[in-house]
């Protein structure tokens, strides 16, 4: 198995397309550092609303890696689910486009075995894609605006967190980011074995995603009660929980807590179950698959 990963691992680095996706990160995420270094403040006065004419407001501590890297995984993790699909959409449709999968599935290696190694190498592309913007995102933004107490803008109040409460919270929202696009990745996988070539999957899973994230934001109180909490762009942006601590009786955050632990881990759950599903789909249909390229 590991001898077959290696040999998956090296067919997707070898694709120009497979760095495009960390270049596009790397320009996306500087912009963003370059645009609030040069005008955080109007981003800022923009999350704090009224506050600023009654408040005096620290602007300079505000600023600083940790809230300028929550800021960025508002803005990119939603749009990173068309770089998963890039690589994972051409897994089984690449091979058929360019003629080598009857030759692959030929090998003395069952075909489960050769789906889960490409599915586990789709798998390491997500988490080094991830890593990378852990990198960029987090440790950039550290090294360029510091670091200091994060202010998080919540429904119905601001919170603020302890510098030293911060970043166990970021490992745990990158873990979970993580398992979110790979369940990208299973839908891709699982929508590849059905292609001669990677458009189709890849704008086919792109679809879904837009389409169900739409779904998911719609205020229906009985579709609120009925399909969204099955839909699985609805629990994607669950890492958000990490950084919504609990409240004491004086309205400061307790540290080291999560408010909603329970909610997360169902989320966490729920992603699970549809990674499950899409990849197991995938290994029936492709064992079952009449390979004719």
């Not at 077959?4 to 550092?33: C, D, H, N, W």
């Not at 999350?47 to 300079?60: A, Q, T």
């Not at 789709?122 to 200091?148: K, M, Q």
Request: charged share 15%.
């Amino acid at each position: 198995m590991w001898q077959l990963l290696q040999i998956e691992l090296f067919k997707i680095f070898r694709k120009p397309r497979t760095y495009i996706s960390f270049g596009a990160i790397a320009a996306m995420v500087i912009i963003i550092q370059i645009a609030l270094k040069f005008d955080g403040q109007s981003y800022i006065e923009f999350i704090v609303g009224g506050l600023k004419d009654s408040l005096d407001i620290p602007y300079e501590h505000i600023l600083n890696g940790f809230f300028v890297c929550f800021i960025i995984l508002n803005l990119l993790l939603i749009h990173i689910p068309l770089l998963i699909a890039l690589v994972a959409g051409d897994s089984i449709a690449g091979e058929a486009n360019m003629g080598t999968l009857r030759l692959l599935a030929s090998k003395p290696v069952s075909r489960t075995k050769l789906m889960i190694a490409k599915f586990m190498a789709t798998v390491v592309y997500t988490g080094l894609l991830l890593l990378w913007l852990a990198f960029i995102a987090l440790l950039l933004s550290i090294l360029v605006f510091g670091t200091n107490d994060i202010l998080i803008a919540r429904n119905d109040a601001l919170e603020i967190i302890r510098s030293n409460d911060v970043m166990w919270r970021y490992l745990a929202a990158f873990a979970f980011a993580t398992l979110a696009l790979t369940t990208v990745a299973a839908l891709a996988f699982l929508l590849s074995v059905f292609a001669e070539n990677s458009i189709g999957p890849i704008v086919s899973t792109i679809s879904i995603v837009i389409v169900f994230t739409i779904l998911s934001e719609m205020q229906i109180p009985l579709y609120d009660r009925t399909i969204k909490p099955f839909l699985f762009t609805s629990h994607m942006l669950a890492w958000k929980g990490f950084f919504y601590s609990k409240i004491d009786a004086g309205g400061s955050s307790i540290p080291g807590t999560i408010e909603n632990l329970k909610a997360i881990g169902k989320s966490a759950v729920i992603l699970v179950l549809y990674i499950t599903g899409f990849v197991s789909a995938a290994i029936v249909v492709f064992n079952r698959k009449d390979i004719l390229s």
